[in-house]
């Protein structure tokens, strides 16, 4: 018997990265008006920003149906394999709880539904654990069991570049957002309680990239791995990653692109790092 791991696109590894893990991915579909894209089909990273910046009106997620997963899972479970899950945080869209209606189809214990509380590099973080205890010979109930546990100690902090996608999205008055771009004011963000919340304003990127190198200076675990994206701004996350590595104490370090599930609502411009805290 093996233990497989699943997990959606939101995690931002790639899905080529993903299979050569070992780790079968279900693609979050992405809408711009009526017409559907898929990542890896007919939707890359490029083409999504480009799209997103000429876009009135922010484009929708769909979430992964019961069937979906179900069908994904009944191959494993025919097999004699366990399954565990590893979704975007339940918080941000309803895939957590299709997954557990599709956990529900098969014998009890045999898929193993985590409600990871994160998304983007922050979730790619934890699906590189599991994959490390899947490697060790751990069953998925202790996978399920150590990824519950991971989870709360996870944190992610990130600067947003441009205002105008808090804006489109409602979560910024046209006013806050005029106001803000003036002053240079860039927003500070984090994932609390499997949601992404500001956690304060920066003036201006640099003092955002001090104010992430002084968590990482002060919270972060370096003996487990640590993840970084961006928005299509690899330079900003190098200059990023640049004030917080005298502090990183060779801490192994996996960046991404920051996909659409995401980068819809932050826009290009954002990067940021997840860690293990102490």
Same mark, same amino acid.
């Given at each position: ?70 069908? =994904? ?38 898929? @193993?539904?985590?409600?990871?509380? @994160? ?14 205890? =899947? ?94 994206? @961006? ?33 819809? @609502? ?13």
């Amino acid at each position: 018997m093996a233990v497989k791991i699943m997990t959606d696109s939101s995690c931002d590894i790639a899905l080529d990265t993903l299979k050569e893990m070992g780790v079968d991915p279900i693609v979050i579909r992405v809408f711009f008006g009526e017409k559907e894209y898929v990542e890896g089909v007919n939707l890359t990273s490029e083409l999504f920003y480009t799209m997103l910046s000429q876009a009135e009106a922010l484009p929708k997620t769909a979430q992964i149906t019961p069937i979906e997963f179900e069908e =994904r899972i009944a191959p494993y479970i025919e097999a004699g394999d366990e399954v565990v899950i590893l979704p975007i945080s339940k918080e941000l869209s309803g895939t957590y709880n299709n997954a557990l209606i599709a956990a529900s189809q098969f014998p009890e214990g045999r898929v @193993h539904v985590v409600d990871t509380c @994160h998304v983007t590099f922050s979730l790619a973080l934890m699906v590189y654990e599991a994959v490390a205890l =899947r490697d060790a010979g751990c069953t998925g109930a202790e996978i399920a069991a150590a990824m519950a546990e991971l989870s709360p100690k996870i944190r992610l902090y990130a600067v947003i570049d441009d205002l105008k996608y808090l804006k489109l999205g409602g979560r910024l008055s046209s006013a806050g957002a005029m106001v803000g771009t003036l002053l240079g004011v860039k927003p500070l963000i984090t994932i609390s309680q499997g949601k992404v919340v500001n956690i304060g304003k920066a003036r201006g990127l640099k003092a955002g990239y001090s104010f992430i190198a002084e968590k990482v200076k002060t919270e972060a675990d370096f003996s487990r791995g640590m993840t970084s994206g @961006h928005s299509r701004c690899p330079d900003r996350m190098e200059e990023m990653l640049g004030n917080c590595r005298p502090y990183m104490a060779g801490a192994v370090l996996r960046s991404f692109d920051i996909g659409p599930v995401v980068g819809t @609502h932050i826009g290009p411009g954002c990067t940021g790092i997840a860690f293990v805290e102490k």
